[in-house]
Structure formats: structure tokens, C-alpha cells
């Protein structure tokens, strides 16, 4: 459970990128958080392991403060996958680069091959066990940086724009594991400015806007409030657009998606 | 870091702010070399005080003394050190013997801030322009410009390098001597890598916008010399004289003598 | 008249066991405004390299076939000379900006050409203008947002004045209104100058209502050539992977399990929202 309690923060340049931020996030929630760059998600989101120490307010994970815990120890807990995969990249194998995070965690010998062999083995990555990690292609860099967070299992996973250069179907790949992740009980917290891959994974919705949180709700409701989504420059999802234009037929107004998009056409097209 | 940020450019307008570099560096120029030329405190305080009106008149008074206080370490080093060398000798420190010592820091704090006045007054693309009408080769220019621009950048992503790792249980700060350079791989390594195609990027873009086209490229800005260029070219050579000629045939006091008045 | 023509294009990168592209055709007319996409790895990218000469001068390498870019042979002639007529404008914001002014960022190229500095500052203020960044011109690049980065990249390319522009995944790290702005700016060049326009992009719910030809590539080669509703509408373009439009894609449901029809697949969505609208009101 992570509590964000009334967070500022500014930054030694003196930019104020939290303005009163106020959260819960239960254990296995799928959160999205979402807005503009410069909104403050990024910002929000390093305060979970203690990258960022907020200058007012404070942050729980679980029982502990950020405040007084060191990244390291939260890390343990809150998983970060950061934008680009070659920032973290460095070791000679993706082996060695899997092992890096449970070796500074204290992990040893064969809990620690257990562990980097099942990290491999769930991002389908065996196979470049003994590969440099500079050799693989985009994608499966992003693979590797993934696996080496999800090595040491942790119970929260934080992603910083997962979507960012992937073509449709890398995108649906990365939807399906998500929420597999989901399933097996981890909190997701996803930052991203792509609409239409959180308006496919219904996810609950945070829309942040200037340093503070102008929604919070169920997917379906906070991609389909206009107003909302002005205030935090994102754009309604494709098929809210398409239904935003048919209301005047009675149909309603908080679809995102396009298989209920598609129950709701087929049903009324049956009816006449 | 506060060394260098009395050395990072400010961008304010201000009369200094407008002169040519090359006269500015010019001016610096005589001035180190008539710092050099004095053993006596006397003299080298008043090149030093001759300084403050070009700050106060450039508006970077704060940025200026934070120079020189990150200069203070190095010339209590200079001072130290030449004052231990002096009475190595006899046994306890004269009143010479401190005047001396001051006098070689003085001349290094003379040095830095005079320096340092001319890059808190000269913007990195003035300087570029500088060099090129300096007849620097343009590559030379270009990699100067460039590096000045992706300074920022690069300190950037070292940040986020670091955020990226100590996300994965990385402690900067933990471990003997050794251990603590060896935390420091999993941040070159991709920095470095980083910096590799990010050349390889940018050489691209500049293939792709005519580099090398002709040999004799030509420049959007010019460095023009203006009055007050002029006027501090003579400033310059007026220094220079008159520091020579006080050097050689003015007696010059030292504060021993000065104190036994 | 074509302004870009190949044939039979292949091309692999040195010490590469296979080709990133193979035996590619195509034809470009003046004018168009095309969308290059297909799944990562496809050859979008080589494609768009050897469009100016980067292939093959800058990356060696193997080339065969012919490709010709405004009436140019491609290998016979060098960068600098292609690059008076095709620009190209690269996917990462930051790293085609290399001045510490946008404004001497734009004249980079002209400086390059020998311009004389009397007509350098008309024309890079009219590039300035034309992109809609003139009020930007004495900021520094790392002031600037993403989205401001790129429209001075686009300016520095056609303060040049090439015919032919072409843009590699230009919106990469563009939030969707940025990326907007961008493909505004882009269709402004394209309708009122005239200049061609191929655009690599995977985020066709965006793109796709400025363009009049797509092509789709995968594993190296064309796959799909023409018009938009056709090749976005097709099957395979779905089997593939493209990120289709989400009203091209509610069309296909539609037509396939209720058999709505009509001859202009959609491809926005105002489009598919008309005709269902005219569907549902009978």
C-alpha cells in the first residue's frame, strides 16, 4: 500500500512540480498515471522508492517512511523500469545484467541462479543468456531491463513510459504481460501519455495537470470526461471520439473500448 | 560545483556582456602578465581591486564571489606551501616571508577571477564565434560548441543513470575506497555507450544538412569592433606600459617597509 | 512525374549476414504525402537512409538496384549535393540540434552551403516563420520542449528548401498533442509548398488523414502500396501488426459480423461517425 500524504516538492532549480499531491494505492491495483510532459507524473512516481524525498508532506510504503529509508531498501519493494533501457544497461552478459539488482540485494549462489534463470525464462530471453545486452535489438533491450526488475520480485512495479518508439504489436505484447503481472497480484503503476494503450488495458486513471491531480476514477469514466481531459492536454481515446459524435442516438458516452464498442453497435444495428 | 559555476556563462546584458572576446581576452591576458611581473603585495591588490568595477558594471557580483570562494582552497594550498618553503630555512616565518606567500596567492586569485569575469561575461557561442573568426579551424569551433551544448544534457542523463541504478540497489556510497570507484561503472559504462551513439546521431543530422559541402563556410553572426573594443584595447596596452614601467623603474614598497613607516 | 523512383532496391548493412531491405520498388510523386509504417525492424528506417544518400556514403555497406531522388542517381552523388533536395528529419529531437541558438541551429545548413549572410537571414526567417517558432529563435536547445525541438529540426531542413522531405518517427517522444502539432506543421508544408512528404510513423490514428498514399513494409520488403483506405483497410495490413485506425478497425468488425458497407473505408474518426450516423438514422 503506498500513501501519498499532501506531497510538494520542488526541485533545487527551484520548479515546483507537486503542488498537494494526495494518494492511495491499494496492493494490486493497475494504476495508470497520465498528463502532459512536465505535469509532474515522473516527478510523482520517484517518490515511491525514495529517489525523490517530497520538501513537504510525506510519503508511506507500506509502514515506511521515504522520508527516513534509503532507495536501496525501498527498491526492494518498488520495482522501477525506467524509459530507456540503455540507461541501466552495462554488463557484458544479460545474465550479469539480470544479476546485478540480487546481487546488491544480498542474493547468493543458487537463489540467485533460480532467480536470474525465471527472470530469463519469463521475458523469453533464455536464449541470449550469455549474449552482450549492446548486441540485442530495441525491443529486446527493453526486455532485459525489464527481467533484471522483475528479478528479484518485487511487490510494486512502476514503468515510465513503456510505450515510447514500440510499434502496435510490441505495444500488445507489453499490454498482455502487464496484466499477467497484474493477475499474479503485483501493483502496476504505469506513467504514460499514450491514451489509446491505457484506454485497451481499462486500468484505474490518474490525469495530472501542473503539479497536482485533476482526476482520479475508473478508466472508462476519467478518459471519457472532457473537461478533465483538456485540463491535462490529453486527447479522448479513438472510440470515445467515434461515440461522442453518435450521442444524440442515445447511446452512451463512456465507451473506450472496442469490443464494447462493438456489442453496443452490433445491438442496436440488430435491432432495427 | 561551485568552482564551475563561477565559470558558467550568465545571460544578462550588460555593456561587458557586448564586448568583443577577443579584446576581452586580450585585456585578461595583460593583466596576468602583469601579475606576473610583481613579488610585492602593493601592486597585486590593486590589480585585484582594478577587477571590480568590470563585475559590479557585468551584474555578476554573486556568481563571481562564489568563484572565489571555491578558489579559497587552492590558495590556502599556495599559501601554505610557499610559506613553509620560505621558513624551511630559518626556522620561523618572517614578516617577509608572509608577504611573499600572500603575494602568490594573490597573484593565482588575480589569475581566477580575472578569468573567471571574462566566462561569466562571455557566452559559449560569442567565444565560438571568436575562435572561428580567430581563424581556429572550423571543426575545432564546432566541437567546442558542441560540446558546450551537450554539457547539460550529458549532466542530465548521468542523473537519470544514477536514478536508474540506485533503483536497482546500487549504494554510491557504500564500500572501502575501492569499492566506492568500482560503484561507479554501472554509471560510466552507459554514459559512455550513451555519448558513443549520440555521435553517431548527430553525425547523421550534420551529413544530412551539407557538412562538408564547400570548403569556405560562411556565418549567420559576425564580431564586430565597436567603440568601447577599442577603448579597451588601449585599456589593455595602457596596463601593460605602466605595469612595466613601475616593475622596472618605479621602487615598488613592500608592506614591511610600508610598516616600519 | 515520379520524384522518387527504385527498383529492386537491396541493401545490407556492412558485416550484416542478411538484408535490411530487398528488393524494394516504388514510386513517388510529386506532391503526395506519404505514410512509410510496418512492425520495428522492417526497413522503414534503411529505407528512409537511402532517400538521402546516407546510404550508401555515411554507412557503406552494399548496395544494388537503382533508386533515383529527384532526378538524381543516389550512389553517383554525394550527401551534400542530395541534401539540396531531400531533408531529413531524424526520430530523436535533441540530437540534430547542435548550435546554442535556434536560430543559428537553422542557419547550420546554409552556413554549410556557403550562403551569403545578406539572404542566410531571410531565409532562416522565413523558415523560422513558416514552422511557427519565429518568437523562439534566441532560445537555447535545452530550453525547449520535445515538441519545440522538432519544429526546429523541420525549420533547419527547409530553411534549405528541398523538394522532398522525409521524416523518420519524428513524434518517438512526443506526447500526443506535440505529435499533433508536428503533423500540422508537416500537412502545411506539404498543401501549401508543395514539397513531398514521407513520413514514418506507427501512429496512424494521428497520421493518417493527412496522407494520399501508404506503404507498409515487413521483414525488408513492400508489402502493401497504395491508397490509404485501401492498404489500412485491407486484412493483411491487420495481420501484420500495423496499429491500424481504431475507426478503420471498428469498420472491418462492423462489416464483417453486420455487413455495414460502404466504398470510402473510414480512416478518421469523423469518418466512421458520419457514416454510422446516416446507418443508424435509416
Known amino acids: 500500500m503506498i500513501k501519498v500524504k499532501d506531497v510538494y516538492f520542488t526541485y533545487p532549480t527551484g520548479v515546483e512540480a507537486l503542488k498537494g499531491v494526495s494518494l492511495t494505492i491499494r496492493d494490486g491495483e493497475f494504476i495508470a498515471i497520465m498528463g502532459q510532459n512536465g505535469a509532474g507524473k515522473t516527478t510523482l512516481i520517484k517518490h515511491f522508492n525514495g529517489l525523490l524525498k517530497p520538501t513537504k508532506g510525506e510519503v508511506l510504503v507500506g509502514s515506511v517512511n521515504t522520508k527516513t529509508t534509503s532507495v536501496a531498501r525501498l527498491a526492494r519493494n518498488v520495482g522501477f523500469v525506467f524509459q530507456n533501457p540503455d540507461n541501466q544497461l552495462f554488463c557484458e552478459t544479460v545474465e550479469e545484467e539480470v544479476a546485478f539488482a540480487l546481487k546488491n540485494f544480498g542474493y547468493k549462489d543458487t537463489t540467485l541462479k533460480k532467480r536470474v534463470t ?55 505484447i507489453l499490454r498482455q504481460f502487464i496484466i499477467q503481472l497484474n493477475t499474479q497480484g503485483k501493483t502496476v503503476v504505469v506513467v504514460t501519455h499514450d491514451v489509446e494503450f491505457v484506454a485497451e488495458c481499462n486500468p484505474r486513471v490518474i490525469l495530472m495537470s501542473e503539479g497536482k491531480i485533476v482526476a482520479d476514477g475508473v478508466g472508462k469514466k476519467v478518459l471519457t470526461d472532457i473537461d478533465r481531459l483538456t485540463q491535462a492536454s490529453i486527447v479522448l481515446p479513438q472510440v470515445a471520439q467515434i461515440f461522442m459524435g453518435l450521442t444524440d442516438f442515445g447511446l452512451p458516452t463512456d465507451v473506450i473500448d472496442l469490443y464494447e464498442a462493438r456489442e453496443i453497435l452490433m445491438k442496436r444495428l440488430g435491432e432495427k | 560545483m561551485s568552482v564551475f559555476d563561477g565559470l558558467k556563462f550568465r545571460r544578462v546584458t550588460s555593456p561587458i556582456h557586448m564586448l568583443d572576446p577577443r579584446i576581452k581576452f586580450l585585456y585578461v591576458c595583460s593583466i596576468f602578465v602583469v601579475a606576473i611581473l610583481f613579488w610585492e603585495l602593493l601592486p597585486l591588490i590593486i590589480l585585484f581591486l582594478m577587477q571590480i568595477p568590470f563585475v559590479l558594471l557585468a551584474r555578476v557580483q554573486k556568481e563571481w564571489v562564489r568563484s572565489l570562494r571555491g578558489a579559497a582552497f587552492l590558495a590556502v594550498i599556495i599559501f601554505s606551501t610557499n610559506l613553509f618553503f620560505r621558513f624551511m630555512y630559518t626556522g620561523y616565518p618572517t614578516l617577509q616571508d608572509i608577504e611573499y606567500a600572500s603575494a602568490m596567492t594573490l597573484r593565482f586569485v588575480v589569475l581566477v577571477e580575472s578569468f573567471s569575469v571574462f566566462f561569466l561575461t562571455t557566452s559559449p557561442d560569442h567565444l565560438g564565434l571568436a575562435l572561428e573568426q580567430s581563424h581556429v579551424p572550423y571543426e575545432f569551433c564546432f566541437a567546442f560548441t558542441t560540446a558546450v551544448r551537450f554539457v547539460p544534457v550529458l549532466a542530465d542523463e548521468a542523473q537519470t543513470i544514477m536514478d536508474a541504478q540506485k533503483a536497482r540497489g546500487l549504494e554510491l556510497e557504500k564500500g572501502n575506497f575501492l569499492k566506492r570507484i568500482r560503484n561507479y561503472i554501472p554509471i560510466l559504462i552507459p554514459l559512455i555507450i550513451s555519448a558513443i551513439r549520440r555521435s553517431l546521431e548527430l553525425a547523421e543530422a550534420m551529413e544530412s544538412r551539407a557538412w562538408g559541402a564547400i570548403e569556405k563556410r560562411t556565418n549567420l553572426y559576425v564580431l564586430k569592433m565597436r567603440k568601447a573594443d577599442y577603448l579597451l584595447i588601449l585599456a589593455s596596452i595602457l596596463i601593460l606600459i605602466i605595469g612595466v614601467y613601475i616593475r622596472y623603474y618605479v621602487p615598488t614598497p613592500s608592506f614591511s617597509d610600508l610598516l616600519k613607516l | 512525374m515520379a520524384v522518387i523512383e527504385t527498383k529492386d532496391l537491396t541493401y545490407t548493412y556492412p558485416n550484416a549476414t542478411k538484408p535490411a531491405i530487398h528488393g524494394v520498388s516504388l514510386k513517388i510523386e510529386k506532391g503526395e504525402f506519404v505514410i512509410l509504417t510496418g512492425p520495428s525492424g522492417c526497413g522503414k528506417t534503411t529505407l528512409c537512409r537511402c532517400f538521402n544518400g546516407l546510404i550508401p556514403h555515411f554507412y557503406q555497406g552494399e548496395l544494388t538496384g537503382e533508386i533515383q531522388v529527384a532526378g538524381l542517381n543516389v550512389a553517383g552523388n554525394p550527401i551534400h549535393k542530395l541534401t539540396l533536395h531531400v531533408g531529413l528529419v531524424f526520430q530523436n529531437p535533441e540530437n540534430q540540434l547542435f548550435a546554442l541558438s535556434v536560430e543559428k541551429d537553422v542557419a547550420f545548413g546554409l552556413e554549410n552551403l556557403g550562403v551569403p549572410r545578406e539572404d542566410m537571414q531571410k531565409q532562416v526567417d522565413w523558415a523560422l516563420e513558416t514552422s511557427g517558432i ?149
Open chain 1, 118 to 172: 525465471w527472470a530469463l525464462n519469463l521475458l523469453g530471453l533464455t536464449e541470449y543468456r550469455k549474449t552482450s545486452p549492446f548486441m540485442l535489438s530495441g525491443g529486446e533491450r527493453k526486455r532485459v531491463a525489464l527481467a533484471s526488475v522483475l528479478a528479484w520480485n518485487p511487490k510494486v512495479v512502476v514503468m515510465d513510459e513503456p510505450t515510447i518508439g514500440q510499434d502496435y504489436q510490441q505495444k500488445e
Open chain 3, 134 to 282: 519565429y518568437n523562439l529563435r534566441e532560445r537555447a536547445p535545452d530550453e525547449l520542449s520535445g515538441g519545440q525541438q522538432q519544429r526546429v529540426a523541420i525549420a533547419s531542413i527547409i530553411a534549405m528548401r528541398p523538394e522532398i522531405m522525409v521524416l523518420d518517427e519524428p513524434t518517438s517522444f512526443l506526447d500526443p498533442m506535440g505529435a499533433e502539432k508536428i503533423f500540422e506543421v508537416i500537412d502545411k508544408l506539404n498543401k501549401s509548398l508543395g514539397i513531398t512528404v514521407i513520413l514514418v510513423e506507427h501512429r496512424l490514428d494521428l497520421a493518417a488523414r493527412y496522407a494520399n498514399h501508404v506503404i507498409v513494409m515487413d521483414k525488408g520488403k513492400i508489402i502493401l502500396d497504395g491508397e490509404p483506405r485501401t492498404v489500412l483497410g485491407s486484412q493483411k495490413a491487420r495481420l501484420l501488426g500495423v496499429g491500424i485506425p481504431k475507426a478503420t478497425r471498428l469498420y472491418q468488425i462492423l462489416e464483417e459480423e453486420n455487413g455495414l458497407k460502404t466504398d470510402n473505408v473510414p480512416v478518421t474518426s469523423e469518418e466512421i461517425v458520419k457514416l454510422l450516423r446516416e446507418v443508424l438514422k435509416t
